[in-house]
């Protein structure tokens, strides 16, 4: 069969040229009357949304049961998803760039369609929409804009974060029609709706509205082109207007001589409008030049996309766009451009003429330009045999180059292979290479996924080496919630499908199940997700607790066993708490940790500690916590109390806690004298231990009180002995330490003395004890006695030892013209001679 060349149906406008692409044939069955339906499309050759015009009376026919509903189908007429609708009037139904499906009803209620399959989150307009009610709609890439029975405007920026907020307060006056520029083409970075209202155009954003002082309205159109930067305005007498977005510069005019207003005024890229009555479609180029295309099957529907506009009738949808620059270089009618002569030298390659080569040479110089140019239009072609005459171009230009970079031709190669797949009419994407280049191959795999097409997701991924477990989720997840299966063989045959394969999160495949009321299911899927960090989540959220705590127990992340008892113990009773715990000795021993760190600044929650000791039956740790209680009492009364509640704990089985009981038994007796003490002498004691006690007893004086002690807790003498030294010693009692030094034997020995009244700065006293310390090493009385500052003392023992070294040294430190020099030097003349 004879290919059409491309230039077959190429129109001219101004000068340039526009092609009609027919993409599908016998779209919808033939008792579907679109003329009675609302129609829109996704972006990027969507899928397409039809719902009954509320509007247009429809004839009874009692063999139809009429049930309304929004009906959504693949260009190509392959019906998605058929939405059941019962929640009143639809006042707006749109896309959004991700191909979510917006509903928004009378009463502003928003509904919002995830993907094709009918799973939905919903919100509400708010701002007065329930009671002034929404009249029309209008919807850009992530946001929409609806108009209010009293003109007033509320936007919302985000659907998956919905904050509506009013725009600026609007002027009365009816509302003819209206648009708005997306925010990543407006001056403001926020939302601009124009608004016609009586003559003119008024333009709003969410803090001012500005009149643009136009007299030539009304409009019944205003459309804004795909990049913002124009607007075409439809007056009520039939001229078509062409202004820039800021509406300084009036760009064309057009006379469509039609009394009967228009079904769709869209834009065709960013260079030409449409026009579309039922059956007639105006297409109107720059200066005004139109050229219009007649259909035979009843109304039209015009679905603008960013780079055309699609065409759908009932036996048809076509592709209206401007012929790209690459297409028209190689195949417009006398072209001589490098590239179509390359096309022309493989298509003489191919009847094995001679010209081949003379067109090779001919172009030779440009050759790289050429190649290049055949790949781009390659890419621009929607026809499969002009695709790869080009591509064998390319191929043959290259291969007469010495040098050529093939990256750009390999990946023109892959990418027609995956536009080729998802044009193909079953799965009814009619992407252009541009549309594509926009969308990404992550968003194509996305849409498949939400038609359900697996295997040809599965089949681009690979072939564009971009991950599949995104995919294999997807299908798993679908099965969960689509299957009539039982759970058992659901969940094998998702196993066995999925083994083995990298990155799958079994979470979300079982928070499916759950979803969808299936516990079980989702139990046992949760058991083949390695990652506990994900398991334990959906295990709470499913109620099974302790099997959350063994899985968070079992992963060895100690934060999120943690966060498991966080959220037990606030779900459970205490006794419940304990009980489930109790069984996990590394739960047990966490929440024990958690209660001895408090608040983290050392402050336990000894409430805590003391229900999990007593219902572990753990006396002795329940008995600690009253203790550490007591320590930190104020005032001896209560400390003692809560020695008592220790003891208490500790009486039901005195032989083992014997010990603990005489320690209890002996700090109740020392708070109590404490307290004696605090009432006789006026100050603090409570919280001081017994050798803490004597020294501040011997400090203020109070000898007798500090035996007393001692007699009473049987501290031994040489504890004492040191006791009282540290405590004269801080109170700089030397009288009483000058006594001391007079007895003839100390149980400590005299060392300390001397080490401690010379670390306090007193070394006469410090001296005195020299001679009464024993067991000295040879030549440590010298150093003591230059310690205290007695060289003279110091040079005697060095005489005595023979040590004329230190004997010299000392010599030298005193001076040999002063008096303590003198001396020494006569001290060690008669033994050292000179």
């Known amino acids: 069969m004879d290919v059409a060349h491309p230039t077959v149906g190429w129109e001219q406008l101004g000068e340039r040229f526009y092609r009609k692409i027919q993409l599908y044939t016998q779209v919808f069955d033939q008792d579907l009357d679109l003329d009675n339906y609302i129609v829109v499309g996704a972006p990027y050759s969507g899928a397409i949304a039809l ?50 499906l917006l509903i928004v009803t009378a009463d502003g209620i928003v509904r919002c369609y995830t993907d094709l399959q009918g799973e939905f989150t919903q919100f509400s307009l708010g701002n007065g929409s329930e009671e ?66 009586n003559q003119t155009i008024y333009v709003f954003d969410a803090s001012e509205c500005v009149d643009q002082y136009l007299d030539i309205g009304p409009f019944t159109h205003i459309c804004v082109s795909p990049n913002g930067k124009f607007v ?77 506009v699609r065409i759908i009738a009932n036996d048809t949808c076509d592709f ?20 179509s002569i390359l096309l022309d030298a493989v298509e003489q390659l191919e009847m094995q003429s001679p010209k081949a080569d003379y067109n090779i040479q001919l172009i030779r110089p440009h050759l790289v330009e050429a190649v290049d140019t055949c790949v781009n239009a390659a890419g621009q072609e929607f026809s499969v045999h002009w695709q790869k005459q080009l591509l064998r171009a390319a191929s043959f230009g290259k291969s007469v180059l010495d040098i050529y970079n093939s990256d750009d031709f390999v990946d023109m190669c892959e990418t027609l292979r995956v536009l080729n797949a998802v044009r193909y009419y079953k799965i009814g994407l009619p992407l252009s290479y541009e549309q594509y280049q926009r969308l990404s191959p992550s968003n194509l795999i996305s849409r498949l996924l939400n038609r359900h097409e697996y295997l040809l997701a599965l089949r681009i991924a690979g072939y564009l080496r971009l991950p599949t477990d995104k995919i294999y989720v997807h299908w798993a997840t679908a099965k969960v919630r ?31 199940a759950f979803d969808e009321g299936s516990g079980r299911l989702a139990t046992e899927l949760l058991n083949h997700e390695p990652r506990a960090g994900r398991q334990v989540p959906l295990l709470l959220s499913m109620e099974e607790d302790e099997l959350a705590l063994d899985k968070a127990i079992e992963s060895g992340d100690t934060d999120l066993v943690y966060f498991v008892l966080h959220q037990l113990r606030r779900k459970f009773p205490l006794t419940t708490f ?42 002795l740790d329940g008995a600690s916590v009253f203790i550490r209680e007591a320590l930190r009492q104020p005032e001896s009364r209560t400390a003692g109390d809560k020695l008592a509640l220790a003891s208490k704990l500790l009486m039901d089985n005195t032989k083992e806690n014997a010990f603990e009981l005489g320690a209890l038994k002996e700090a109740a007796v020392l708070l109590r004298m404490q307290e004696a003490f605090e009432r006789d002498l006026g100050d603090t004691y409570t919280g001081l231990s017994v050798n803490q006690t ?7 004086g109070e000898h007798g009180r500090a035996k007393k002690i001692q007699g009473e807790f049987k501290v031994p003498e040489k504890v004492a002995w040191w006791i009282r030294l540290q405590a004269l010693v801080a109170s700089r009692n030397w009288h009483e330490i000058e006594d001391i030094a007079k007895q003839r034997k100390s149980p400590i020995g005299w060392e300390p003395f001397y080490n401690q009244t010379l670390q306090a700065g007193n070394q006469r006293l410090a001296a005195t004890f020299i001679p009464k310390c024993t067991g000295l090493e040879p030549g440590q009385t010298m150093t003591m006695y230059e310690k205290c500052g007695m060289r003279t003392k ?15 040294r000392l010599l030298e430190a005193a001076g040999r013209n002063t008096a303590e020099g003198r001396e020494i030097e006569r001290i060690g003349l008669a033994v050292f001679r000179r």
């Open 51 to 100: 719902y009954r015009d509320e509007d247009k009376l429809v004839a009874f026919q009692p063999t139809k049961a009429f049930k309304p509903s929004i009906d959504i189908y693949s260009c190509a007429g392959n019906p998605i998803r058929s939405i059941p609708w019962d929640k009143g009037s639809i006042k707006g139904l749109g896309w959004s760039e991700d191909e979510k």
């Open 132 to 197: 002034s009610n929404v009249k029309s709609c209008k919807f850009y890439d992530h946001g929409l804009v609806a108009l209010l029975n009293n003109n007033s405007l509320i936007s919302v920026s985000s659907y998956d974060e919905p904050r509506p907020k009013l725009l600026a307060a609007p002027p009365q006056g009816q509302v003819h029609s209206w648009s708005l520029i997306p925010p990543a083409y407006a001056l403001s970075r926020s939302v601009e709706v124009l608004l016609s209202i």
């Open 232 to 308: 075409g305005l439809y007056t009520k007498t039939g001229r078509a207007h062409v202004i820039t977005s800021d509406f300084q510069s009036p760009l064309s005019e057009h006379d469509s001589k039609s009394k009967i207003p228009p079904k769709y005024f869209e834009w065709c890229g960013n260079d030409a409008v449409v026009i579309a009555w039922e059956d007639e479609v105006h297409l109107v180029g720059p200066g005004g030049a139109v050229t219009k295309f007649y259909y035979d099957s009843g109304r039209v529907h015009l679905l603008p996309d960013y780079d055309g």
């Open 320 to 339: 209206l766009q401007k012929v790209p620059s690459v297409i028209e270089e190689v195949f417009r009618l006398g072209a001589d451009s490098p590239a």
């Open 482 to 512: 689509h299957s009539a299966e039982d759970d058992d063989t659901i969940c094998r045959k998702i196993v066995e499908k999925l083994s083995g394969k990298p990155g799958i999160s079994f979470e979300a495949i079982a928070r499916a």
């Open 578 to 619: 304990f009980r489930v715990i109790n069984s996990r000795p590394i739960a047990t021993a966490l929440v024990e940790a958690a209660a001895r760190d408090g608040d983290g600044e050392g402050h336990e929650d000894t409430a805590m500690l003391k229900d999990l000791y007593y219902q572990d039956d753990r006396r």
């Open 694 to 700: 004597m020294f501040k007893l011997i400090r203020q």
């Open 794 to 808: 110091a040079a005697e023992e060095a005489v005595k030892m023979k040590d004329a070294e230190t004997w010299s």
